[in-house]
């Protein structure tokens, strides 16, 4: 998104978007992420945030935590570091001490294990909606859209282990976008 007409994030926008992401995004937490930060509050275009998600995905870390210090950085610097931080942060923490507490006492409960099974189900769903939906808005080309299938099909399919996996992919994408440009 031009620098010219992005709105100014303040730090209160950093804690309010990113506890809104963190309360909401239970078991798909990367679809409410890029729900709030792109057509929500609009601070990054689909490109400029599927940009980011690409570095956080090849950091350590979960990716919303790292896109919460890179947004953060960006807008705030350490204060919206620890702001983003902190919004994303605080409600699950609660929320999932609650929780563990009631599934400590109610966990066998088989209405309980089925809500369980049917929210994950529900997770894995948003996660593979949000995949889809980033892959039309940005708009892959055939070698981008041939990596990505090649990724789905050796961890989603056959059950590789997603490091090495990744260890050969993101040569090969560096590649083949070096040569596109050629």
Known sequence: MNEAVRPEITKGDLLIGFLKIGMLGFGGVAS????????????????????????????????TVNSAVIIGDRFQGLPGVLLSLLGL??????????????????????????????????????????????????????RSSLVAAVAFVAVGLMNWPMIPVVAVLVPVSVALVLIGRQ
């Open 89 to 142: 942060m605080l409600g699950p923490v609660v929320v999932v001490t609650l929780l563990g507490a009631a599934f400590a006492t109610y966990g066998k409960v088989p209405f309980i294990q089925a809500a369980i099974m049917g929210a994950a189900a529900g997770g894995a769903g948003l996660v593979v909606g949000t995949g889809f939906k980033m892959v039309q808005n940005v708009g892959l080309g055939l």
């Open 32 to 63: 409410m992420a890029r729900y709030v930060i792109v057509e929500e509050r609009r601070w990054f275009t689909d490109e400029e945030y599927a940009a980011i998600l690409g570095i956080c995905q090849v950091m350590p870390g979960p990716n």
